[in-house]
């Protein structure tokens, strides 16, 4: 439906997570398939945490417990915890160590809850991603570090996604085109980024790779005439 945007899927991919302008603002939506080869039912707001400003870019951990999302203006990133997948979302608390006093964007989180990839405007920059990483999913984060190798002058990359253990990360560049890159561990720098051309048709974002990395969910569009799509391999 127009207006839906920003994808993420359980790693199980029986619970999808956007936002939508659905209700005539950006709150967060979700739908559940019994398994990856039924239909996905019908779409429900997310009601417990959306509060009327705009709560946008949600990114589910792996198990399904902890949903991360950017809420407010300027935006912040938030994280709500479940005690299980029936259960409702509990309050949301601030993402401090991710928060800057410019606009932060939710961007990846790794399946194993240990790698955050984020898209900001701090030092009045215009979005640049930076990575913060933690030993233990219950753990506080590293410092936020700018990600050198793959930010470039004048052009906005946003909306990474990470793969389960925070070595392949796809990312889109200016809304019009989503890269790839890897590295070897989480502590090597990011490799040279390799252009998604298969899916390269004009405004594409958001990206979200299953966990084998072969189904893709991804935006095409701006604004309010979002759509989400998906490719396989």
Not at 22 to 42: C, F, I
Request: glycine share 10%; with cysteine.
């Amino acid at each position: 439906m127009p207006g839906d945007d920003d994808p993420c899927l359980t790693r199980d991919q029986t619970e999808i997570f956007f936002d939508s302008l659905r209700s005539g603002n950006h709150d967060l939506w979700t739908a559940r398939r019994a398994s990856v080869d039924d239909p996905w039912g019908a779409p429900e707001p997310i009601t417990e945490l959306n509060d009327g400003d705009r709560q946008e870019q949600p990114q589910v951990s792996g198990d399904g417990l902890r949903l991360y999302f950017a809420s407010g203006v300027p935006s912040n990133i938030f994280m709500s915890i479940r005690a299980d997948r029936a259960g409702p979302w509990g309050p949301p608390v601030m993402v401090g160590e991710a928060n800057s006093t410019g606009d932060d964007d939710m961007g990846g989180i790794s399946a194993n809850d240990l790698v955050l990839v984020v898209s900001s405007k701090r030092g009045g920059r215009p979005d640049d991603l930076y990575e913060l990483q933690r030993r233990l999913p219950d753990a506080g984060w590293s410092a936020p570090r700018a990600l050198a190798e793959l930010n470039i002058a004048l052009q906005t990359p946003r909306s990474p996604h990470v793969d389960d253990l925070g070595l392949v990360m796809f990312y889109d560049l200016n809304q019009s085109k989503i890269l790839w890159t890897s590295r070897a561990t989480i502590e090597a720098p990011w490799g040279t980024p390799i252009p998604v051309t298969e899916i390269d048709f004009g405004f594409v974002s958001d990206p979200w790779l299953s966990p084998d990395l072969h189904t893709i969910y991804f935006t095409v569009g701006q604004g309010t005439n979002n759509e989400i799509y998906r490719a396989t391999r």
